[in-house]
């Protein structure tokens, strides 16, 4: 080493040693979200943000419409409406009243194999959401009477929705052709035959196979501390007993293959004609979501969105297109549904979606293009995990329940930055199969 | 002896099954899960420190300083809104902001659109009575272009007719579709009565008079109202005072200030309506609005009306839910709430029946009112209402979207800087005497009532009031019912 080189080198390692540092000091910036788990299974993950005064507790357990029993389509959805019906020791919807008393919000949601349950109330109740959690993790009290009130609530709501919203029901009907078997392609809100099918043994059955600690999550979020919530789930949810052992993920029964659908329906109830269309995509690498998410963004979000801008604004085939991906155990779809004026147009609009579809695979996306379906998923991403405490929580229980592990955020972002174009074109060279295609074409009745 | 100790045995055994049944069920259940824990301390709200500045074109600086956030909120507030449209022309504010997203001088519509998607920017357009709320979300990395982009909306704005076209396209059928929801029909219409004669318009706009907005009127508006001395731009993230007011500097130097002229706003008293209206909205549901004026946000009496609105109808566990929908099944649902403008405050309840149980559900909505300035109001259900609105506060300031917001109002109704953060202790103050009163002071009087429904299959349920005037789906005067006989207007 000569003298002269010296200060170029030194610089050089400054330089270095700051970009470390920068590189440090902004993830640190991600929050890390800690983890425990009690000795009944229940996976507890809390992330500090002293921000606010506020906290926001989830419980998800890994239940579904993919659990349902055949012939009792809608038990998982009927389940989430039954747990606000009171438990040993709180009364019928006082579990709402609990938290509205003390200016909190709450909800509940089921998916295709999720059931979240979620609070967001001043800090000072950390200890209130967690009883009442833990009340209807271990003692649902389910009577006929309200079983019965129940079943016909979910009825009577679904007859509504389906007369306020004619096309809801074709919604399921593409996950009918998408999944072929009971399991992956019934409908999560059930019919009325099978819904009141459902007895009060279905339920309590049901309640103690998936309703157990060894098969939820518990996220917490907001302006606590990891001791005290350490302290405060093992005391509510420590001697809740550990339940059966989930059975394996569900698998479909169906061939995976798929060859091409195309359905035509006729309804009196729908004013224009639409289509529902459907891909389903397999054999899926845990890295391949990410990249999804990249073509889901430059495919249909947003107006300035391949499909948006073509089917909706230049060739006016459709009055109004959404759609993006969704996922069902192993595999994820893209689903797009639209709306238009005449059926022609319906014929057409097809063939521009497979054509874009296909494109994929044969052109690689300009590198604009592409930055901007990356800003778009980042920002959504961060939105997420850093917008509120509730849209944290739900994302980190979701992950989890989806992963088996807690996210690592920061990781995430780094697997971002390193996608190029190339990323979705060798995908879709891979997933993109035109005989994979499935169209619903709904058509009203003049 | 003998005999006796057989006959001890099934007794014996029975005890010791019945200790076998129960003692799981005595272990299952400990003793702190019987009750409710206790709350701990609460944590005091402390809101992040908010730096401000006026720049040498009049524009006003806030700066939220937030570090643990990669994302940015941007947000232009503009004291202007739909008061300030012309008497023949409401909607103008309305479509002048949505307008001004739609091309400037130097891009076209095409090209923002694509330059805002390329950013990351989540955007929307807020007008309201008083002011006009554009707020920009984004990657804190896009900073320096978005804020390129986003000050072009306000520096050189260029209101393309073929976008002025396609905006009132948009916003006319989005109005017709709102109006096709009775509830909505009721409260617009509401607004229009209680402020009728004020020359104030509190925001309710109309469908049709969307289609005689101009290219020039857009200009004028824009012209008068949007003007950085008119305006506050509210920075909330990862950004400091000094590097703020350099962007902003930079990039909104060339918005040209104005003087801007509004008129003083009439301050409502609150009074006797004694009127029911009947606005025809065809479908099978009865939507009903009922209210009154109150004070404007700045008025002392307003935490103890946001506790009385509580106990009326704040949320599900508030009396009208309670009466109208749990007790005697009247409603769909019953809330109340409260609408804050310049100079002046509302309160009105809303619900939505059915025409058999409408004549019902109006007396339980009086009945209701009344219960709260003629009866003890319980020191229990006091503390509830207190305890909600104390806790609801904070959940509500959790995005930094809606901290701007806030933020931007204290500015906007020249509120204290400490408004927010003194808002749970001034909650705290009150008392059952405190609220009764103000409950005397706005409940006591008759509100106005519109009720919004098909008049052919509702009218007959109406029967036995002594007067009602009836509407038209456009709202219209059509007539008098009086007793369930319709008198029509002469034409």
Not at chain 1, 48 to 58: G, Q, R, W, Y
Not at chain 1, 279 to 299: C, H, K, T, W
């Given at each position: 080493m000569s003298w002269p080189k010296l200060p170029g080198l030194v610089l050089l390692t400054i330089l270095f040693l700051q970009a470390v540092l920068w590189s440090a000091q902004a993830s640190s910036q991600i929050f890390n979200p800690a983890s425990f788990r009690l000795k009944n299974g229940l996976t507890v993950i809390v992330v500090?943000?002293?921000?606010?005064?506020?906290?926001?507790?989830?419980v998800a357990y890994r239940v579904g419409s993919v659990h349902d029993p055949e012939g009792k389509d809608g038990l998982a959805y009927l389940m989430q409406n039954l747990m606000f019906q009171g438990s040993e020791n709180v009364g019928p919807l006082q579990h709402i009243n609990y938290i509205q008393n003390v200016g909190g919000e709450l909800n509940a949601a089921t998916t295709f194999d999720k059931t979240f349950f979620y609070e967001t109330v001043p800090s000072n109740q950390l200890g209130l959401v967690l009883w009442l959690e833990a009340d209807r993790m271990h003692f649902l009290q389910v009577t006929e009477a309200i079983l019965a009130r129940e079943k016909e609530n979910l009825v009577r709501n679904e007859n509504q929705r389906y007369l306020q919203e004619p096309f809801s029901r074709y919604?399921?009907?593409i996950d009918q052709i998408l999944y072929p078997d009971f399991r992956y392609g019934h409908s999560l809100t059930g019919t009325a035959d099978s819904i009141r099918s459902i007895s009060l043994e279905d339920v309590l059955r049901f309640y103690r196979k998936y309703y157990v600690p060894n098969n939820a999550v518990l996220c917490l979020s907001g302006d606590l501390k990891l001791a005290r919530a350490r302290e405060l789930v093992s005391r509510y949810f420590e001697t809740i007993p550990r339940g059966e052992e989930p059975e394996p993920y569900p698998l479909p029964e169906f061939i995976p293959s798929l060859s091409a659908r195309d359905q035509v329906m006729v309804d009196p109830l729908v004013s224009s004609p639409a289509l529902q269309f459907g891909?389903?995509?397999?054999?899926?690498?845990?890295?391949?979501?990410?990249?999804?998410?990249?073509?889901?963004?430059?495919?249909v979000q947003g107006g300035t969105s391949r499909l948006v801008n073509r089917l909706v604004k230049k060739e006016r085939l459709a009055l109004f297109l959404s759609g993006g991906l969704e996922e069902r155990g192993q595999f994820q779809s893209l689903k797009i549904f639209l709306l238009a004026n005449t059926q022609i147009m319906v014929e057409r609009a097809k063939k521009v979606l497979a054509d874009e579809l296909n494109r994929l695979k044969t052109e690689m996306m300009p590198e604009r293009e592409f930055l901007k379906a990356k800003n778009n998923h980042k920002f959504n991403y961060l939105n997420q995990m850093t917008g509120n405490n509730l849209s944290r929580a739900m994302a980190l229980a979701d992950l989890y329940l989806k992963e088996g592990r807690v996210p690592d955020i920061s990781g995430e972002l780094n697997r971002l930055e390193k996608l190029t174009p190339y990323s979705i074109l060798a995908l879709a060279r891979r997933q993109i199969r035109e005989e994979k295609f499935c169209f619903l074409t709904i058509i009203p009745r003049y | 002896m003998k005999n006796r100790s057989y006959n001890l045995w099934p007794e014996f055994l029975a005890f010791i099954l019945i200790f076998c049944f129960i003692s799981p069920a005595l272990e299952s259940q400990e003793k702190?899960?019987?009750?409710?824990?206790?709350?701990?301390?609460?944590?005091?709200l402390l809101l992040p420190p908010v730096e401000s500045e006026v720049l040498g074109n009049g524009l006003k600086l806030l700066v939220v300083a937030r570090n643990n956030n990669h994302l940015f909120n941007l947000q232009v507030v503009i004291q202007a809104g739909e008061s300030d449209s012309p008497a023949e022309l409401p909607g103008l504010a309305t479509t002048t902001a949505r307008l001004m997203l739609r091309g400037t001088t130097t891009a076209g519509a095409n090209e923002v659109e694509e330059r805002l998607a390329f950013l990351g920017i989540e955007y929307s357009i807020e007008v309201q009575a008083d002011y006009t709320i554009f707020s920009f979300s984004f990657l804190d990395e896009n900073l320096e272009p978005a804020l390129a982009l986003i000050s072009l909306f306000f520096v050189e704005p260029s209101f393309p007719s073929l976008e002025l076209a396609a905006v009132k396209r948009e916003l006319y059928y989005q109005l017709l579709r709102r109006n096709q929801d009775p509830e909505n029909a009721a409260y617009d219409f509401f607004l229009k009565k209680i402020f009728a004669g004020s020359g104030y318009n509190p925001g309710a706009l109309e469908a049709e008079a969307i289609k005689n907005i101009s290219v020039r009127e857009v200009n004028q508006f824009h012209q008068r109202f949007l003007r950085p001395n008119n305006s506050i731009i509210i920075f909330n993230g990862q950004v400091s005072l000094t590097e703020a007011r350099r962007l902003v500097v930079q990039h909104f130097r060339r918005w040209v200030p104005r003087p801007v002229e509004r008129p003083p706003v009439q301050k409502l008293e609150n009074r006797d309506f004694d009127q029911v209206c009947f606005l025809d909205v065809p479908g099978p549901e009865v939507a009903v609005v009922a209210g009154n004026l109150t004070v404007p946000i700045s008025s002392p009496d307003y935490y103890s009306l946001l506790v009385l609105n509580h106990l009326l109808g704040g949320t599900t566990g508030s009396r009208l839910f309670l009466q109208l929908r749990e007790l005697k099944g009247l409603a769909f649902y019953a809330f109340s709430e409260l609408s804050f403008f310049q100079g002046n405050g509302l309160y009105w309840v809303r619900t939505k029946t059915s025409p058999p149980a409408l004549g019902q559900a109006l007396t339980a909505i009086s009945r209701t009112m009344r219960s709260l300035y003629d009866e003890r109001i319980e020191p229990e259900e006091l503390e509830r209402a207190k305890a909600y609105l104390m806790g609801n506060l904070p959940i509500q300031l959790q995005s930094p979207e809606a901290l701007s917001k806030r933020i931007g109002l204290l500015e906007l109704f020249q509120l204290p800087p400490d408004f927010w953060a003194k808002y749970p202790q001034n909650i705290m103050l009150l008392n059952a005497e405190s609220v009764q009163l103000t409950a005397r002071r706005y409940l006591s009087t008759r509100p106005l009532v519109v009720i919004a429904a098909e008049a052919a299959t509702t009218l007959d349920y109406l029967k036995e009031f002594d007067k009602i005037d009836v509407y038209n789906r456009k709202g219209q005067f059509q007539g008098v019912l009086q007793k369930g006989v319709m008198k029509y207007e002469n034409r």
């Open positions: 500090e943000d002293p921000s606010l005064p506020v906290i926001t507790a989830v919604f399921f009907l891909v389903r995509l397999e054999s899926l690498r845990p890295e391949d979501l990410l990249i999804l998410r990249l073509m889901e963004q430059a495919l | 702190f899960r019987r009750l409710p824990p206790y709350p701990e301390p609460l944590s005091p």
